[in-house]
């Protein structure tokens, strides 16, 4: 039976938008797309965060008009925009994309807290703009998520359990079901750890464990996030935090995105 979730709509965009779409498109210069990508990044309405973004763009006449632009992007369309100008930024000496990496961390600090979120965006900009060393993974020794050894799986439940601060809702209560409901397939309730998010550090170290897992079940992970949490959510479709957790862990773990996640975005040409 074809999944639901196949047919709802793709994100549409607005006129705006779409001019927003065309300035981006034709962005290239190293100063511009750091300013744009910090933009990015920002926390809606918080006044911390966009004073450190212009400190950190300071002497670039062109900011406020690259903030502008992405003023006008949906939530839809933010995170495609964003993997796109990190797509270009990877060709930056490494010294560069470094300093980008750590000026994010700034801008995201300024308002006194690092939000979920927030952790998975830096995360994902350490990933993609760092040196381009992979985790060892596993041999592919396993077949099934379930075959896997009792530590690694523990290991993807501290994972989940952070991810449940944002999906299915960002609500507790449904963040632990939607937890129980990814994990109980593959670890008895004696070894099922209770949801307890960990730590940025504790976090760290499980993600670690999680990239090394086999190449092939990785995309399995990914997909039991999603399918228990759209069945979770009403109409199938995702709140933008959900979906953006999920799309970021997905490409902290070298997955290619599920079909019934893509249709949450709004996607840029092909540069």
């Not at 927003?20 to 309405?45: M, Q, S």
């Not at 632009?69 to 930024?89: D, F, I, K, N």
């Not at 609500?171 to 307890?196: F, I, R």
């Amino acid at each position: 039976m074809a999944d639901p979730a196949l047919h709802l709509p793709r994100a549409a965009l607005t006129d705006d938008e779409r001019d927003a779409f065309d300035h981006l498109a034709r962005l290239h210069g190293p100063g511009e797309l750091r300013a744009t990508v910090l933009a990015l990044l920002l926390t809606p309405e918080s006044q911390r965060e966009r004073r450190a973004w212009q400190a950190e763009t300071r002497g670039l006449s062109t900011a406020r008009d690259w903030h502008a632009t992405v003023m006008q992007l949906s939530r839809a369309s933010r995170l495609p925009w964003l993997e796109r100008l990190l797509g270009r930024l990877a060709k930056a000496p490494l010294g560069d994309r470094q300093a980008l990496v750590e000026a994010a961390r700034r801008v995201m600090a300024a308002d006194g807290q690092i939000r979920p979120i927030d952790r998975l965006h830096w995360l994902v900009l350490r990933h993609r703009l760092g040196d381009p060393v992979r985790a060892v993974a596993q041999p592919a020794a396993h077949n099934e998520m379930a075959e896997l050894s009792l530590h690694t799986l523990r290991e993807v439940a501290r994972v989940t359990a952070f991810l449940s601060r944002l999906v299915p809702t960002g609500e507790a209560v449904a963040g632990q079901g939607w937890y129980l409901a990814v994990m109980s397939p593959w670890l008895t309730s004696h070894d099922l750890p209770a949801c307890q998010p960990p730590d940025a550090d504790g976090f760290f170290n499980a993600l670690a464990e999680v990239q090394a897992m086999p190449w092939m079940l990785r995309p399995v992970l990914v997909r039991g996030w999603l399918e228990q949490a759209l069945a979770l959510s009403p109409s199938r479709r995702l709140v933008p935090d959900a979906a953006d957790a999920l799309r970021l862990a997905g490409q902290l773990l070298d997955c290619p995105m599920p079909p019934e996640l893509a249709r949450h975005y709004a996607e840029p040409d092909a540069d």
